[in-house]
């Protein structure tokens, strides 16, 4: 027996529908007759309704007879032949007789937008009863096309409009009517049918949401239909979103719920009010606007609605800048593509926001379509890889008009198509709207054709006044608004229609009329009287609300205005017309058509939600741009991607940026975009054959070749530097500034050709002229006599005259500066362009300037930039940046123009008074602008550090008083010293000068040539202040250069001697027995070491083997039972030396840290500090060790700091006479000759090696960086670390030294990410080594931080580390199993490894200085210094091994790598530091400190006593050949008499005191 399947399954469910009441059977029955009966009426089958009834009854497969059916009905009615086909089976079975004659009954339906909870579980009953009557198999396998959940349309043809193979022919509409008139063409789209509910689909209570919503939606009932279906996607989950729904359909809304969403994600349950709660310092919001008008009412609306949770919301566009402080206190920024693209691409400053980023929020992204499109995919592109790169969440929403490919601007936003993908039809529209697209006829732009558009717009204007509607008229300049109000007053005077825009009936008329009489616009007073009004950002703001009431008030009747109004003001009308889609953009410089986006915008102004049912929309075009408009504007055409026209100037910012350092990376980053979404759905549009993407489905070829073509372009201009053979790139400092600057690639074609170190006012403005920023502003002929008249007035020469482009912009520049007023209309949008774009490139050109270090270019770029951005040309009076009166001004430049600022601010306000001709009350006005104005004082003091390099010092002191108001946190110099010529710049930096700020100290390093010029010029130039300029000549005339070193010791080619040789006695070879043999510099220098008893000096680079040759010294001094004192500076190095003494030679060693431990006869060997040794020498009596010492051996000689100089010198002369020999160590020296004569040593027995001299290879590369010193240098520096450390043998070790032991953590996380990023999963781990092993070493492990990081082969070492962690991280490193060692700067005198690869990441970190003398006065303030150059010269020493090849790897501040490259090839400088830091006659505080306490104890009793001490300093040595260093014009010991002086009157002072 056959079981019953229809028993089997069915479900308690479906049982408890079949007994629903009969009603809603007989309602379903009825819903199906009434498809059927839609069908059946519809005019087209009433016309063929025989033949197409008898294809439908036919025999014929559905797709047989689909092809006649739409011939019949027409392909403009392909929707109903395809409902007639997917019908067939219902049709035929309802009526079997044949087609009914009559019109079948109708069952009353319910309303189908009921949304309540009842209707929406009716609808689920009927969902279950379909389904359960729905067969579970049809016999016949047909593919599916993909179902999503959230796509609402009425339409059955949503992805396939197009009707051709190329898709230029579409479908309109279904309804759609087309009409032919003697003047124009009008095709009418009526408003699209309304989707059904779905069956759960109910409207959101606001009662239901959560308190936090609740109060951000103050006002509402419920949200609306569209918001109700995103709710929970938008609220409740972080899915990336997006919307595509109608203009006023409450888009808006979503994005408060998503920005609620983030709200509530950084909130903490500490807090009892909801506002208290939230964390507002750890999330930032983005939305980003189409325009500018747009993002002030966005802010306006968030703002006041988050008003109440303390949301600060904020505008940033080019017009609206913020603060760092400003940014800091915000949590919205509203801004847009543009701006947000100019600030991601900053590391620095605004740049840092993007990092804090949660939502960024992108409206009106079909946007995509447009020119502008190709931002909107860098930022998308850059938001994308700034998520994967730090591993963050960075949510995404996007918002959108209805358009065709939405699935595609999904897949480019990383929407999820099931999740966060919302689509939603014009019928979502809150009131229906008919649109009319009419095509007026005649050339366009000709008499005739403008006749007939203000024929046609009237036609329109009047049928709607006349069935009693409000109508808004879009024009596009401020004066076609009374232009077309005034042709519509003149058409209804010759019509005689004028009583129907009359609105005199109306009983507040003469209230209002009234009311209007008090404008001075007499315009907007003639044309209310006839029931006209415009509106125009030109009027005034009273004026403008006075218009809006008056419309809102009904008592204008049509009201004439431009699109400002669409994107500012929510002011709708029952119709909109837009008269003419031409309009002049000022960027272009040339007539556009309206973008698409303001016709939406406009059309969403057509009829009041809430008081009407349907509204009206009318565009009146030309009849060549009438299918463009309908394509758009009905989303029958896919929108594609602009980015082809912009990759490479996104390219050079992703460089710049380091995200894109290769080809391959280039590649890959094209795949985050939208381009390549459609290069793969639509590859003829992009010029590729539609095999392409089948045989390469991530066109990963096609991506490789479109990067090297960019690469080679970028390349030609300069911006990068591409290896085509690595296929690396390498931004250079012109490709930086562009990216900075948004400057395109074709300017800086232009600007290469062009640019000189030598320019006038002149050339620079024509340079900045020929930008291609300006290519599209086009000389007009109405417009020549004016722009005649202007350049008459010029002070500069005008290149290429009116004309050309270049010409006509010029001129503009020029007269923006002089503050003249133009004309007309055109004109004035130019010169706000003009202007608005040659500040920002002006300032290019700057930076590229400073950066070829050219002069007189930067100075003069420097005066027409502030030119620009003052408004003021740098001849007239500097004063006038103050807020002074005009009588003041005018007075000033008659009567004191002559007069030096300085001057001014130095007299009394009585006498300013009488200079200027006024009272002293203007006077003191004067006085106080004068001594406000940012002024600074240099002074400068020559250091020579060697034969050709030149310390110059300079000074620099504020002189002015400080106003917050005027002056802010900070004012900005640039700072430099040029040649006497004024042509090249030796060495720049930029300060900033702050209100606690007393003086700052510049040094800088220049070289010097035998045909030096007899000065240089030292200049300080304020970024901002026209006029704020010191200039300061450095003389060179009492300036002496030390001699060249002559006692340079090259490398001997010697045969290599074994250590195990018995020229050397058993405690010797023990002690280098795990040395193989000595190097070339060690058996250069071992006979007079290890054979005689001759003071020595080995100075060489590091790691050289210099301190295995004083051990030879100490050998030998042990093996003649002589006792040894090894002095060092340092107690780390002391204390090392100690231990590796103690090891190796094995012999009793003594750590001298106590006075009392100096005269230990116990120990052969005595190590001591030079502090311990100077505090052992002023005891009252000498050391009895002294007597009977056979070796000195003074370590590390190139860090002689006072301390250790006065107790080397004190020792030296204590031994003088005493037959102890002395060894010097030092690292390679300039000056070791100098070094050498003080320790008295031979010159056939001085060893000054140069730093190249060396048997190790070893290669120093370096990378610079214009980045200030903050986490964003260090977060930039990242990528090109983990790329060096990747490049680096396979095996070799590396060590990577950073600023602080704060930003040990921050690197360790940011290589993990980079391994994280390019699928590196092991890391740098040792090859051989096992995951067993590796957990078995992080068990062990005490801190969490670096646990992850040993898992990546990475592992931090420094000082405040567990000490059992400090033990394992060296362990792992030096077995191998880790190959990357993180330390801080300060470990590079401790740290007991090496590296093949030295990685200095930076040379800059932080200091504090507590400033004031009391505990209430102090301060603390940061600044930036400089690693030293024997810090450096430790981190080299740390990649030197021993038969293997190391690299020294610098990344550090452009201006810096110079003097960092020539100190390391050339060697150290070194000078006597004993008179302190600062040159003065007082000498430092420890040569002070050391006099005091000697003649307390009666040690010195005269002032000879000092002298003899000072006499014997290498100060005294240095003075005789380079006396200029310390300012010592006059011979040696009377220069040293005039010091001892002031030493003993100042300690005679501190003894009265004490």
Known sequence: ?????????????????????????????????????????????????????????????????????????????????????????????????????????????????????????????????????????????????????????????????????????????????????????????????????????????????????????????????????????????????????????????????????????????????????????????????????????????????????????????????????????????????????????????????????????????????????????????????????????????????????????????????????????????????????????????????????????????????????????????????????????????????????????????EFHRREIGKSKNKEMKQLFDYGFGIHHAGMLRSDRNMMERLFEAKVIKVLCCTATLAWGVNLPAHGVIIKGTQLYDPSQGKFVDLSVLDVLQIFGRAGRPGMETSGVGFICTSDDKLPHYLEAVTAQHPIESKFAHGILDSLNAEIALGTVTNVAEGAEWLSYTYLFVRMRKNPMVYGMTHDDPVNDPDLTERRHSMITIAGRKLAAAGMVQFNEDKGSFDITDIGRIASKYYVRHASIEVFQKEFRPKMTEADVLALLSMSTEFEQVQVRENEVEELKALEADMPCQVKGGTDTSAGKVNILLQAHISKRTVDDFALVSDMLYSAENGGRIIRSLLEIALSRKWANASNVLMAMSKSVEKRMWGYEHPLIQFDLSTDVIYCLGRWADEFEISELASMTAADLGKLIHLNERHGAALRKAARQFPCLSISSQLRPLSHELLQIRLLVEPTFDWSNKIHGSAEPFWIWVEDDSGTNILQLTKILIQQNTTSLTIDFIIPMTSSQAPFVIARAISDRWIGAETEVTVEFDNLKMPAAPLRRTPIVDLPLLRTDLHILDNKTRGVFAKFRQFNSIQMQCFWPAFNTDLNMLISSSASSGKTQLAMLAICRSIRFQKRVLVVVPRLDDARNIFHRLRQDIKVGVNLVNHPDKFDDHTSLLSVVTATDLLNSLIRERRSSLLTTLGLVVFEDLELLDPTYEIAASLLLQAIQTLPIRVVGVAAALNNGEALADWLGIRKDFSYCFPPVERDQALSITFQTFTIPYSAALMRAMAKPVYDTIRANSRGENSIVFVPSIGQCSAVLSDLIKQCTLSMNLRGFLGEDVSEELLESYVSQVKSSDIRDGIMRGLVVWHGRMNHADRLLSLRLFAEGIVRVLITPRESCWTVPVRAGLVIVMGTQYTVQKISGNSDIEQKIERYVAEYSVHELVRMEGRAVRHGKIGRLHILCQAEHRDTYMRFLTDGLPLESQILGDTTGELGSDVLQTWVKQNRSKGLIKTRQDVMDLLSSTFLAYRLEHNPTYYDAPEHSPVYLSRVVDALWERSETGERST
């Open 1 to 509: 027996m056959v079981p019953d399947l229809s028993q089997r399954y069915q479900s308690p469910t479906l049982g408890h529908l079949r007994t629903l009441d009969s009603t809603e059977e007989v309602i379903l029955q009825d819903t199906r007759d009434d498809i059927a009966a839609s069908l059946l009426e519809h005019p087209q089958f009433l016309k063929h309704k025989d033949k197409l009834w008898k294809l439908l009854t036919s025999e014929r497969s559905d797709s047989g007879i689909s092809e006649e059916i739409a011939e019949l009905v027409g392909f403009d009615m392909l929707e109903l032949a395809t409902d007639l086909v997917q019908q067939r089976q219902t049709l035929v079975q309802q009526y079997p007789s044949g087609v009914p004659s009559t019109k079948p009954r109708k069952a009353k339906k319910p309303p189908e937008n009921d949304y309540s909870e009842e209707a929406a579980k009716r609808r689920m009953a009927e969902k279950f009863r379909a389904a359960a009557e729905r067969p579970l198999w049809t016999g016949t396998a047909n593919p599916e096309a993909e179902i999503l959940p959230h796509i609402y349309t009425s339409s059955s043809m949503t992805h396939n409009h197009s009707v051709s193979t190329f898709g230029s022919k579409y479908l309109l509409p279904l309804g759609t009517i087309r009409q032919q008139y003697d003047d124009y063409e009008e095709v009418t789209v009526p408003p699209a049918r309304t989707v059904p509910p779905r069956p759960t689909e109910r409207l959101i209570s606001c009662s239901e949401l959560p308190p936090l919503a609740q109060g951000s939606f103050s006002g509402y009932k419920s949200l609306n239909r569209i918001q109700s279906i995103v709710y929970h996607t938008a609220f409740k989950t972080n899915e990336n979103m997006l919307i595509c729904a109608p203009t006023g359909a409450g888009k808006t809304d979503v994005a408060m719920l998503t920005i609620l969403r983030a709200i509530d994600q950084h909130r903490s349950g500490v807090a009892t009010d909801i506002a208290g709660s939230i964390n507002r310092d750890e999330f930032k919001v983005i939305y980003v606007a189409p325009m500018k008008a747009l993002a002030a009412e966005i802010v306006r609306k968030l703002g006041k609605r988050l008003a109440w949770l303390r949301i600060k919301v904020r505008e940033l566009t080019g017009d609206m800048q913020l603060t760092k402080a400003e940014i800091a206190e915000t949590q919205i920024i509203v801004t847009t593509p543009e701006k947000w693209d100019v600030v991601t691409r900053k590391p620095t400053g605004e740049g840092e926001l993007a990092t804090k980023v949660k939502l960024l929020i992108i409206d009106e992204v079909h946007l995509l379509n447009d020119e502008r499109g190709a931002v909107i995919e860098t930022i998308v592109a850059r938001t994308v890889r700034q998520v994967e790169s730090t591993q963050s969440l960075i949510r995404i929403v996007g918002l959108s008009a209805t358009l065709p490919n939405y699935i595609d601007v999904g897949d480019f936003l990383r929407v999820s198509r099931r999740e966060g993908l919302f689509y939603f039809d014009s019928s979502f529209r809150p009131v229906p709207l008919e649109q009319h697209f009419v095509g007026v006829k005649g050339k366009a732009g000709s008499p005739a054709a403008k006749r007939a558009l203000d024929k046609t717009a009237y036609h329109f204007v009047s049928e709607l006044a006349r069935e009693g509607h409000q109508v808004m008229v879009f024009v596009h300049s401020r004066k076609d608004t009374v232009k077309s109000a005034e042709s519509l007053k003149e058409f209804a005077t010759l019509e005689a229609d004028l009583d129907i825009f009359d609105c005199r009936h109306d009983p507040q008329f």
